[in-house]
T-cell receptor
Framework: GAVVSQHPSWVICKSGTSVKIECRSL??????MFWYRQFPKQSLMLMATSNEGSKATYEQGVEKDKFLINHASLTLSTLTVTSAHPEDSSFYIC????????????FGPGTRLTVT | QQQVKQSPQSLIVQKGGISIINCAYE??????FPWYQQFPGKGPALLIAIRPDVSEKKEGRFTISFNKSAKQFSLHIMDSQPGDSATYFCAAADKTSGSRLTFGEGTQLTVNP
């Protein structure tokens, strides 16, 4: 149980285009989902917190107009990287908190984004 | 930002040995302390977690020891195996920040055969 999927697992796009990453909780409902970014050999950096049906809360320094987050249902959140540039290349990971699970978060497998 | 300091940065252990990773925190409001295991190119996987009302929690070969007065917690991996070679992250959360996790810097564990 407690499986989170992400799609796609890797994506290559040209500079200036937009990319959408999906995060789904497969076997539980998630009232809150989180989006992280991770650079090689570094820890996870929280980008934003999203709650179903409401606007995402972005961490300081994260451009909300560049990283659009939509939490459409209790099992789906999407991250859209708009007008991507090479510096946006990174490993993006989502996590989902089990509804009523008291902080228990499960992570997706991650999406490797490369912007050329 | 509230910090969680993790050590060591890297650790090499022989097969069958005990791996010990330590974390220290500052925020006394933290009330949830999970450990995650991450393999290269994969997302972190929840290993084990503890809440401050207990001093130790064991699940299989993995044990968390928690010292509330010292504001420290540690992960012990007994009978370490080459398959345990991965990066381990400690984290902490508190009610005032919702369920946002504050992560340690990570420990690269290598278990030699």
């Amino acid at each position: 149980g407690a499986v989170v999927s992400q799609h796609p697992s890797w994506v290559i796009c040209k500079s200036g285009t937009s990319v959408k990453i999906e995060c789904r909780s497969l076997d539980f409902q998630a009232t809150t989902m989180f989006w992280y970014r991770q650079f090689p050999k570094q820890s996870l950096m929280l980008m934003a917190t999203s709650n179903e049906g409401s606007k995402a809360t972005y961490e300081q320094g994260v451009e909300k107009d560049k990283f659009l987050i939509n939490h459409a249902s209790l099992t789906l959140s999407t991250l859209t990287v708009t007008s991507a540039h090479p510096e946006d290349s990174s490993f993006y990971i989502c996590s989902a908190e089990i509804a009523g699970g008291f902080y228990e978060q499960y992570f997706g497998p991650g999406t490797r984004l490369t912007v050329t | 930002q509230q910090q969680v300091k993790q050590s060591p940065q890297s650790l090499i252990v022989q097969k069958g040995g005990i791996s010990i990773i330590n974390c220290a925190y500052e925020n006394t409001a933290f009330d949830y302390f999970p450990w995650y295991q991450q393999f290269p190119g994969k997302g972190p996987a929840l290993l084990i977690a503890i809440r401050p009302d207990v001093s130790e929690k064991k699940e299989g070969r993995f044990t968390i020891s928690f010292n509330k007065s010292a504001k420290q917690f540690s992960l012990h991996i007994m009978d370490s195996q080459p398959g345990d070679s991965a990066t381990y992250f400690c984290a902490a959360a508190d009610k005032t920040s919702g369920s946002r996790l504050t992560f340690g810097e990570g420990t690269q564990l290598t278990v030699n055969p």
